[in-house]
């Protein structure tokens, strides 16, 4: 299987499915001569013309909006913004429109529509440049939720988001971009909404993780298991719908729950999956559910603070050993 | 690449052709473009002409006023040309917007200020937060992340604050300072103070409804506000006749009943006598007003910009009308310059900007506990 980047996995998806729609049009700022801020949209302009890879001024309440009328009526429009920090302009249209439209026009009108871009924290960018809201999203009934961790999730997962007749949140990690991996180039390649994914099997502790910390869980894991513990990886793929069954499997062979998460805690989605164990397997939990996620506090921009602001491998580290009573 | 670019002083008056029904956006893109196209005869005339209007403009004010504002800008650039080599050298971090070549607008349009009134403006802050009045060792500072920064090291960049010298704010979601601009003129009117706010955001901010939105707001309840469009022609990689319509953005100000006025923002004396107007109808009548200052960034968009979307030669042509070579040019023609006072002008700028880089080497970073101060103005009781 070719090895590309989460970039140019993104790129294929959504290339592979423009030509399979004609109703499909992506539309944001600078993804048509620009060709991406991040390049995710590099070429599609070349390939597709300006009908259907379209500049937008900055105007992001405006176009989300466009988009979700446009669906309406029977296009499928992908929205990106340039990063998710600009989607809080446009939540009004995505949690009022795009979200309960089915529901108050009594199944009437769909809204095929993904919303996608980078998101989670960016380096030494500041408070209102870093930070990640997926729980804000995850909140509504009517929108999905979908946080891909590797090139291969990102292409499957941005395929089903753009066939499906909901309106989907697609977050990526601008920090993940560059990650490479096998991908495969099959246009019917597809991974379903709400299915997670063991990304390792472990007998010890389960950690619980999303997009940018996958890849850490993942070194956590193989530093634990120097130390003699056994853990396994879980990444839930879509926050909405979510596959509260694999995690309660585990949790079943495990008894043990570390959440990591970049995002502040409160309320937030850990906060969630926590109280979705609790409820389903408290006889099985031999520790409490514990929560490694982003401080809580805005971002700073100093290095140093930055730093210490985001969840890294000691702290997922030490969060697992806490479970597992080992210190 | 059409002569449109390189106009920046006439605003163009483009509202009747836009309005034709039934001509298609390609069309009509190039029909604006065919009409604003001059020939290099005709932009040297202009150029010219430019000149002669600033010479007149000297001869109006004193000697120590027009030395500030040489000083100031000749600050401001040599400040970021040594920011930009900080951050090639990984001292800096983050985005990084460079304010060179649009120099003349923060410059005239504060000028035009009292101490006591208030600034606000996007990420591209750098120059507003120096004529405001704060001090280069903390800008530096901040740029660096440092504790001595005049953000704490919080902001960095794109967030410069110091309300010492009532300098509210670099913020970087684009439009967000407008809205805030007006509160910020609605409690200066409604304590009963004197005071005006200026508020700078780019021409792709006019797009984002906070704009419209404060537009008519500030007119309505007549709030000392004044907005300056700083109309450098591009919002990033896109150019002003992509995103925008109806591209004479001072014409936006009819629309909200509002006094609007076209600007040359290479030239600081046109900015700074616009503004005097403008203050002046904010401080004695409490009326907004909207000015679309037309200048053009000399770099990219960001430190990572590329800058693929424009050619050389177009920013070539700009760096024709270099605010700080058209005025210091100006005044030396008009005998208020010499060399010597100059040379003085660049030495005190020299050991400015060396006095604040090594300020910001030698300022300590924020201490950890730091992280989690400043989130509430009344922390939550730690014993709770
Ligand atoms: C709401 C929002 N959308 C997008 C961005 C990303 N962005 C930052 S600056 C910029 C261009 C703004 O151009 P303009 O308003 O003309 O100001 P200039 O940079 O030219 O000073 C964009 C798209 C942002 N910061 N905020
Ligand atoms: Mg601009």
Known sequence: MPVITMREALNQAMREEMHRDENIFLMGEEVASYQGAYKVSKGLLDEFGDKRVIDSPITE????????????????PIIEFMTFNFSILATDQIVNSAAKMLY??????????????????AYQVSSQHSQAIESWFAHFPGLKVVMPSTPADAKGLLKSAIRDDDPVIFIEQERMYGNKGEVSDDPEFMIPLGVAEVKREGTDATIVARSLMVPIALKAAEELEKQGVSVEVIDPRTIRPFDTETIIRSVMKTNRVVIAEESHPFCGVGAEISAQIMERAFDYLDAPVKRVSGVDAP????????????????????????????? | MSELKVTPMKPRMQAEEASGAGVSIQAKVEAAAATAAINPEELRREHAQRQQEQQERIEELDRDTLHRLLYQMVLIRRFEEKAAEA???????????????????????????????????????HGHSLAKGTSPDEVMAELYGKAGGCSAGKGGSMHLFDAGVNFLGGHAIVGGQIPLATGVAFAAKYRGTDQVTLVFFGEAAVNQGAFHESLN??????????????NNQYGMGTSLERAMSLQDVSQKAPAYNMAGEFVDGMDVLDVYQATKRAVERARTESLPTLLEIRTYRFMGHSMSD????????????HQERDPIVVFRTNLKEKGTLDDAAMNDIEQRVREAVERALQFAESSPEPAPEELFTHIYANPPRQDA
């Open chain 1, 61 to 76: 309440l405006g176009f989300a909006g466009l988009g979700v009328g446009a669906a309406m009526v029977g296009l499928r």
């Open chain 1, 104 to 121: 108050m026009s009594g199944g009437q009108f769909k809204i095929p529509i993904v919303f996608r871009g980078p998101g989670g924290s």
């Open chain 1, 299 to 327: 971002m700073p921009y100093a290095k140093n603070l930055e730093k210490l602001a985001i969840p890294d491998l000691p702290r997922l580290v030490a969060a697992v050993r806490e479970v597992s009573y080992l210190d």
């Open chain 2, 87 to 125: 951050y090639t050298l990984g001292k800096i971090g983050g985005f990084c917007h460079l304010y060179i070549g649009q120099e003349a607008v923060a410059v005239g349009a504060l000028g035009a200020l009292r101490p006591d009134d208030y600034v606000l403006t996007s990420y591209r802050d």
């Open chain 2, 217 to 230: 707001m500030a007119q309505l309840w007549k709030l000392p506000c004044i907005f300056i469009c700083e």
């Open chain 2, 306 to 317: 590329p800058g693929n979307y424009r050619t050389r030669a177009e920013i070539e042509k």
